[in-house]
C-alpha cells in the first residue's frame, strides 16, 4: 500500500476511519501495528474533546456473560488485552482494571435462558456459575431474593475499567505510529461503482481513500447513508446515575436484577440504570437531557426492594449516553459491504462496544490487510444478514 499523498485539492490516505471514539482508534491502534501493512491511515473525528462520545460516557464493563458465542470470544480477547495493558503500553500505562464480576440474577420463568447461556459461556471457557436462590442468600446476604430463582455469576475476568484511559492509550500509541487523526465532520462519501473513493469533510476538504471503515458509533447510520448504504443503527439514550448510601452493603459484583435494573459500586459511591423497555418513549437523536424523575419512577422501587440498604440513598449526580443500536438484533455489524467492497462496518454493537473494541479492531485490521479474519471468524456479524433481514439475536443485551 501506499504512503499518503497529498495535492492542492485533495489528500489521499490508505485507509479512511470516520469515528476516532474506542472502536474507530482500536482499528487504527491495530493496523498501527500489524506487521503486513505500511500504509497510511487517517481518523476524522469531530469531537476530538470525546466529551460527549459514548466511549467517553460509557459505564466501561466488560463481561463474557452472552448467548452469542462470538461475543463471548470477542470479550474475552478484550479482557486478555486489559491484562496485559503494561506489556503493550509500557509500564506506566494504568487502566483501573476491577475485576469482580456479573451477577445476573433470573425468575423461574427465565430459569432455561439462563442455564442455556451457561451452557454456551462454559462451552467457550468462561468461568460463569450457576447459583440458585439459597445459594445466592449464602453468598450475598445483603440481597433480597424474593421471587428470584437464582443469578449467574461471573469470575475475575467480568468488570470495570477506566474507557477514557483505554482510549488514549490506543489513540496515542496509532498516532505514535503515524496514524493522522482530523478534527473535522465527514460530510459526504463519494462512490464510483462499488467503491468509496474519497470522504468529504466540513473543513478539510476532499480525503480520499483505498478502503474507507465506518466506526461512526451511534452516528454510523447517518455515515452510511452518505453512500446510499441502508443501516439499521440509530442513537438511543440511556440515562445512567450517581448515588450514595446511608449504610452500604459491602463490595459486590455488578448486579442486574430481573427488572433490568443495575447496579455497582465506583470509587465509594454507586451508579445505576436500566434499559427502557420498548413501550417507553424514545426521544430519539442525540439528546443529553437527563429525566431526573426517571430515577424515582423506574429504579429506586427495583433497586430497594433487591437491595434493602438501598432504601436510604441519596442521587448526587446523572449523565446521558447513547447505545450505537442495531434495531435489528442489537448485535455488531462488522467487515466489507456485500457490493461495495472497500467499505467496512464497525457499527451496532447495542451497549457492548468498549468491551469488544480491542477484538474489533484486530480483526478490521485483518480484513483490511489479509482480506480475512485469522484469529477469531467473526463472519457471523457480517452485512449479509442486514440485508436479508435474518436477525443474530443476542439474549444478554443490558
Not at 504512503?3 to 474507530?24: L, N, P, Y
Not at 497510511?40 to 448467548?67: G, H, K, N
Not at 478490521?364 to 489479509?370: M, N
Request: glycine residues 10%; proline residues 5%.
Amino acid at each position: 500500500m501506499n504512503k499518503s499523498s497529498s495535492s492542492a485539492d485533495t489528500r489521499h490516505f490508505d485507509v479512511v476511519i470516520v469515528g476516532g471514539a474506542i472502536i474507530g482508534s482500536a482499528v487504527a491502534y491495530f493496523l498501527s501495528r500489524n506487521a503486513g501493512f505500511d500504509g497510511s491511515v487517517c481518523v476524522i473525528e469531530r469531537d476530538p474533546t470525546y466529551r460527549t462520545c459514548s466511549t467517553a460516557l460509557s459505564v466501561s464493563a466488560i463481561r463474557e456473560q452472552f448467548s452469542t458465542p462470538a461475543n463471548i470470544q470477542m470479550s474475552q480477547f478484550g479482557i486478555e488485552f486489559l491484562r496485559d495493558i503494561k506489556g503493550r503500553f509500557g509500564a506506566e500505562a494504568d487502566v483501573g482494571y476491577h475485576g469482580a464480576g456479573y451477577l445476573l440474577l433470573f425468575s423461574d420463568a427465565g430459569r432455561s435462558i439462563a442455564e442455556s447461556n451457561v451452557a454456551i459461556q462454559k462451552e467457550h471457557g468462561a468461568e460463569t456459575v450457576l447459583l440458585d436462590a439459597d445459594a445466592l442468600k449464602r453468598r450475598f446476604d445483603w440481597l433480597n431474593t424474593d421471587g428470584v430463582a437464582g443469578g449467574t455469576l461471573g469470575g475475575m475476568a467480568e468488570g470495570w475499567f477506566d474507557s477514557h484511559s483505554l482510549l488514549q492509550l490506543m489513540r496515542n500509541a496509532a498516532r505514535e505510529a503515524g496514524v493522522v487523526y482530523l478534527a473535522d465532520e465527514a460530510t459526504g462519501l463519494q462512490r464510483q461503482g462499488s467503491r468509496i473513493t474519497a470522504v468529504e469533510t466540513a473543513q478539510s476538504g476532499i480525503i480520499a481513500c483505498d478502503m474507507f471503515v465506518n466506526a461512526a458509533g451511534p452516528a454510523a447510520g447517518a455515515v452510511a447513508a452518505l453512500a446510499g448504504i441502508d443501516l439499521p443503527v440509530e442513537p438511543r439514550r440511556r440515562l445512567v446515575f450517581v448515588f450514595d448510601c446511608r449504610t452500604p452493603p459491602p463490595p459486590g459484583p455488578l448486579l442486574v436484577d430481573m427488572s433490568g435494573v443495575w447496579c455497582r459500586p465506583e470509587s465509594g459511591v454507586y451508579i445505576t440504570g436500566v434499559s427502557p423497555g420498548a413501550d417507553e418513549p424514545d426521544p430519539g437523536g442525540f439528546n443529553f437531557e437527563v429525566d431526573h424523575g426517571y430515577f424515582d419512577s423506574h429504579i429506586w422501587p427495583h433497586l430497594a426492594t433487591r437491595i434493602p440498604a438501598f432504601e436510604a440513598i441519596k442521587v448526587q449526580n446523572a449523565w446521558a449516553c447513547h447505545y450505537d443500536y442495531n434495531t435489528l438484533d442489537q448485535n455488531a455489524i462488522l467487515g466489507p459491504h456485500p457490493e461495495v467492497g472497500n467499505y467496512f462496518f464497525a457499527n451496532g454493537f447495542s451497549s457492548h462496544g468498549l468491551q469488544q473494541a480491542p477484538a474489533v479492531g484486530r480483526a478490521l485490521s485483518e480484513l483490511i490487510v489479509d482480506g480475512h479474519y485469522r484469529t477469531l471468524d467473526l463472519t457471523c456479524f457480517g452485512y449479509d444478514r442486514i440485508a436479508a433481514n435474518r436477525p443474530l439475536r443476542e439474549i444478554n443485551v443490558i
